[in-house]
C-alpha cells in the first residue's frame, strides 16, 4: 500500500528503525506498516528477525545488519530513508553491551548521521534519564538525551514510564514467578511508583512522529491512566492469573546485596543499578503534563493495565484459559 499525501503532509515513505526486533520495535514495526510506510529494520543480527516480515505486505519490511557499537554500520541504514527511529536500549550490562557505548554513544552516533542526511529522529529514552542520576542506566539515558539534542536539537525524545504487553519484562517476569515461588519480592516495601504505559499507545505515537503531528524538539512523558506502586502492580497481576502469594517485603540493603550477586548472572533478574533506580518513582512529570507533553497531549487515551494484562497473563494461571476464577 503506497503512502499517500494527507493534506499539506507529504508522509516519508522509508523509515528506519533501530532495535525494531525488540519488544516495543515489533510493535513500532507493525503500526507503521499498517500506515503503509516501508520499513528498514536496522538489527545487529537480520537473521533473527524473519518473524517480523509478515507484519507487513510482501518487501514492505526490510531486516539490515548495524551496530550502534560500530558506526561504520549506522550510516547505509539510513541511506534513502525519510526518518530515523532509535529504540535502543539495554537494561543490564553483558558482554560487549554496556551502557555507555549503548546508550550514550550510540545515541550520538545515530543522531550524527541522522543529521548527516538530513532526516527527522525520534529517540526513546526513559523517565528518569538525568546525567546526574546514581544510575548507571539513568544516567547513560539522560547522557544519551543530551547528546541527540546537542547534534539535532529538533529531534522528538519519548520517555516512557513501565511498558506492559504481551511480550514485557516485568508482568511476565513476576506472573511466571508466581507460578513456582509462594512469595514475590516486594523491593524497599513495595512503595515505589509506576505508571506502566501499554505498549501499543508508544507504538502509536512513536508512528505519529513519522507522520509529523507531534512537535519536533520536545522530550515527551508517556504513562498510562493510573499511578501504581510496585506493590498495586503486583497484587493486579496475582488478581489476573488467579493466584494467591505472600508479598514479602525485602529491605533496600538486603536488596542490594541480592542485586550485586545477581548480576554477576548472564540474565540477571535484578542488578544492585535496578536497585538504585527502584528508589525512584517513575512517573510523569506535573511539568510534562501541564505543557502537553504527554500521551494525552497529543491525543491518545493511555490504555489501562485492567484492559490488557487479562488478555496475555491468563497463560500463568493453574490451567491456563480453563481456570476458573478462585481455585488457584
Known amino acids: 500500500m503506497a503512502v499517500e499525501k494527507t493534506g499539506l503532509l507529504n508522509k516519508p515513505k522509508l523509515v528506519t528503525v533501530f532495535g525494531g526486533s525488540g519488544f516495543?520495535?515489533?510493535?513500532?514495526?507493525?503500526?507503521?506498516?499498517?500506515?503503509?510506510?516501508?520499513?528498514?529494520?536496522?538489527?545487529?543480527?537480520?537473521?533473527?528477525?524473519?518473524?517480523?516480515?509478515?507484519?507487513?505486505?510482501?518487501?514492505?519490511?526490510?531486516?539490515?545488519?548495524?551496530?550502534?557499537?560500530?558506526?561504520q554500520s549506522i550510516e547505509p541504514a539510513l541511506r534513502g530513508a525519510d526518518h530515523v527511529i532509535n529504540l535502543v536500549g539495554i537494561a543490564f550490562e553483558t558482554g560487549g553491551q554496556r551502557f555507555d557505548p549503548v546508550q550514550v554513544e550510540g545515541a550520538r552516533a545515530v543522531a550524527e548521521a541522522a543529521k548527516a542526511h538530513g532526516i527527522p529522529l525520534t529517540h526513546m529514552s526513559a523517565i528518569g534519564a538525568d546525567p546526574q542520576s546514581d544510575s548507571v542506566y539513568a544516567r547513560t539515558k539522560g547522557e544519551g538525551e543530551r547528546a541527540v539534542h546537542e547534534v539535532l536539537p529538533h529531534a522528538i525524545i519519548l520517555r516512557p514510564s513501565?511498558?506492559?504487553?504481551?511480550?514485557?519484562?516485568?508482568?511476565?517476569?513476576?506472573?511466571?514467578?508466581?507460578?513456582?515461588?509462594?512469595?514475590?519480592?516486594l523491593i524497599g516495601g513495595g512503595h515505589t511508583t509506576f505508571q506502566p504505559v501499554y505498549v501499543g499507545d508508544?507504538?502509536?505515537?512513536?508512528?505519529?512522529?513519522?507522520?509529523?503531528?507531534?512537535?519536533?524538539g520536545k522530550i515527551y512523558e508517556l504513562g498510562g491512566p493510573e499511578v501504581m506502586s510496585f506493590r498495586r502492580c503486583m497484587e493486579e497481576m496475582l488478581e489476573v492469573i488467579d493466584r494467591k502469594r505472600i508479598l514479602l517485603t525485602i529491605p533496600w540493603f538486603a536488596a542490594r546485596i541480592i542485586g550485586s550477586v545477581a548480576g554477576l548472572m548472564p540474565k540477571p533478574v535484578i542488578t544492585r543499578d535496578q536497585v538504585t533506580l527502584l528508589q525512584h518513582d517513575n512517573i510523569v512529570s506535573n511539568e510534562a503534563s501541564s505543557e502537553g507533553r504527554t500521551l494525552e497531549g497529543v491525543g491518545i487515551r493511555p490504555t489501562g493495565t485492567d484492559v490488557v494484562l487479562p488478555t496475555y497473563l491468563w497463560r500463568y494461571r493453574e490451567q491456563g484459559q480453563f481456570t476458573k476464577k478462585g481455585m488457584a
Open 24 to 71: 516495543v520495535g515489533r510493535h513500532v514495526v507493525a503500526s507503521l506498516a499498517q500506515r503503509g510506510y516501508r520499513v528498514r529494520v536496522a538489527v545487529r543480527r537480520p537473521t533473527l528477525a524473519p518473524y517480523l516480515q509478515p507484519l507487513g505486505n510482501m518487501g514492505q519490511i526490510q531486516p539490515v545488519q548495524a551496530n550502534l557499537r560500530y558506526p
Open 162 to 185: 513501565i511498558i506492559f504487553g504481551p511480550e514485557d519484562h516485568f508482568f511476565n517476569r513476576f506472573a511466571n514467578m508466581a507460578r513456582f515461588s509462594p512469595f514475590l519480592p
Open 202 to 216: 508508544v507504538a502509536e505515537i512513536i508512528a505519529r512522529t513519522v507522520d509529523g503531528t507531534v512537535e519536533h
